[in-house]
């Protein structure tokens, strides 16, 4: 039962545009929602967060948006660079309790 | 270092060996988690620590699976009798979990097993 949802495998983007990436989840518990971005041979690196009470969160290029009725959330990064080029995990948790759950990622490619 | 730090790298080994992997948290991090991520796959939990709590084992696939914690430190991530679905690479995070704050993971670069 995969509780996140991460449906494109991969994305190819041009360098300068933005990158949309999308992720639906089904438990209505989860109210905290992280992305890591993932380089090949390392460990994920956290990016960017939003908590159920918001709709939106910024964070420089990265801005991420929340829509509970939907259960959908999205990352987007505007411009787009070359370096942006990795997977991307969403991720979910709810409150009390620490253990998160990871979609299987989106492969991101920024064309220079 | 600072970061999370997991040994060894890369490990190869025959089915049926045991394999025992090792993950160095950050210094302070009261939680510790495993995830496993299969070829093609995303990252799966595996099993989480949270200070002196009772571990939450409920991702662990098998009993061939185990780990250990001593307070907030080092832990170890045993298999036994290594099967060759077992090959993946074992990704170790750590945070400050006090379980009510939403504090970001910390993961190391991960163990690459192999199992021939």
């Known amino acids: 039962d995969q509780q996140v949802k991460q449906n494109s495998p991969s994305l190819s983007v041009q360098e300068g545009r933005i990158s949309i990436l999308n992720c639906d989840y089904t438990?209505?518990?989860?109210?905290?929602f992280l992305w890591y971005k993932k380089y090949p041979a390392e460990g994920p690196t956290f990016l960017i967060s939003?908590?159920?009470?918001?709709d939106k969160n910024e964070d420089g290029r990265f801005t991420v948006f929340l829509n509970k009725s939907a259960k959908h959330l999205s990352l987007h990064i505007v411009p787009s660079q070359p370096g942006d080029s990795a997977v991307y995990f969403c991720a979910a948790k709810y409150r009390g309790y620490q253990k998160v759950t990871f979609g299987i990622g989106t492969k991101l490619q920024v064309i220079p | 270092g600072a970061g999370v730090s997991q040994s060894p790298s890369n490990k190869v080994t025959e089915k049926g060996k045991d394999v025992e992997l090792r993950c160095d948290p950050i210094?302070?991090?009261?939680?510790l988690y495993w995830y496993r991520q299969r070829l093609g796959q995303g990252l799966e939990f595996l099993i989480y620590f949270q200070g002196n709590s009772a571990p939450d084992k409920s991702g662990l696939p098998s009993d061939r699976f185990s780990a250990e914690r001593t307070g907030e430190s080092v832990s170890t991530l045993t298999i036994q009798r290594t099967q060759q679905e077992d090959s993946a690479v074992y990704l170790c995070?750590?945070?400050f979990g006090t379980g009510v704050n939403n504090q970001p993971q910390h993961f190391g670069d991960g163990t690459r097993l192999s199992i021939l």
């Open positions: 995070a750590s945070s």
């Open positions: 438990n209505s518990m989860f109210d905290y």
């Open positions: 939003i908590s159920s009470i918001k």
């Open positions: 210094s302070g991090h009261t939680a």
